[in-house]
T-cell receptor, first 111, second 112 residues
Framework: GENVEQHPSTLSVQEGDSAVIKCTYS??????FPWYKQELGKGPQLIID?????GEKKDQRIAVTLNKTAKHFSLHITETQPEDSAVYFC??????????FGKGNQVVVIP | EPEVTQTPSHQVTQMGQEVILRCVPI?????FYWYRQILGQKVEFLVS????????KSEIFDDQFSVERPDGSNFTLKIRSTKLEDSAMYFC??????????FGPGTRLTVL
């Protein structure tokens, strides 16, 4: 089955700087890659997703890039703010409804 | 904005007891899921449900687990005889199609 790895496990950034989280996946058949943000005591919230027919997608301060050849995808957060502090999960699926998640990345934005 | 809701937020049970975790998916969604997250580990897929039947299940979802949509709004996960290793956060999710899944806040299950 699909195996998703996520790096780094913890990332600290100064407020206003950019944060980048990288994920790799193993199944070349995977075609949908969502990113979730999880705040303390809450469930994962979808923040952006990308499909395999697209190389990049942007939504305000958040962007995701996908490299199908290398089987990796990345989340970019620009102009980070304290409210961006959370755990971020990447995931992948080949369309069989089963999301395979990375282990999560704790992002800490230092004011 | 519509949300997936889950009850209870925290369930404590004795080993060997049955538990039922409840979810109310987003109303126009057709696909329903359960995932779990053991402390410090990845979120793991358990089962997906569509058209009143299981469409996919993982190796974790053994005979101790069952799912049901008893009415038009609820979606439940039952664990018949809980084990210590069932302690985890259980997340329900729903979607309109086969990809974008929206998650509930989770139920923390503690088995003593």
């Amino acid at each position: 089955g699909e195996n998703v790895e996520q790096h780094p496990s913890t990332l600290s950034v100064q407020e206003g700087d950019s944060a980048v989280i990288k994920c790799t996946y193993s199944d070349s058949a995977s075609n949908y890659f969502p990113w979730y943000k999880q705040e303390l005591g809450k469930g994962p919230q979808l923040i952006i997703d990308i499909r395999s027919n697209v190389g990049e997608k942007k939504d305000q301060r958040i962007a995701v890039t996908l490299n199908k050849t290398a089987k990796h995808f990345s989340l970019h957060i620009t102009e980070t703010q304290p409210e961006d502090s959370a755990v971020y999960f990447c995931a992948a699926t080949d369309g069989n409804n089963r999301l395979a998640f990375g282990k999560g990345n704790q992002v800490v934005v230092i004011p | 904005e519509p949300e997936v809701t889950q009850t209870p937020s925290h369930q404590v049970t004795q080993m060997g007891q049955e538990v039922i975790l409840r979810c109310v998916p987003i109303s126009n969604h057709l696909y329903f899921y359960w995932y779990r997250q053991i402390l410090g580990q990845k979120v793991e897929f358990l089962v997906s449900f569509y058209n009143n039947e299981i469409s996919e299940k993982s190796e974790i979802f053994d005979d101790q687990f069952s799912v049901e949509r008893p009415d038009g709004s609820n979606f439940t996960l039952k664990i018949r005889s809980t084990k210590l290793e069932d302690s985890a956060m259980y997340f329900c999710a729903s979607s309109t199609g086969v990809d974008t899944q929206y998650f509930g806040p989770g139920t923390r299950l503690t088995v003593l």
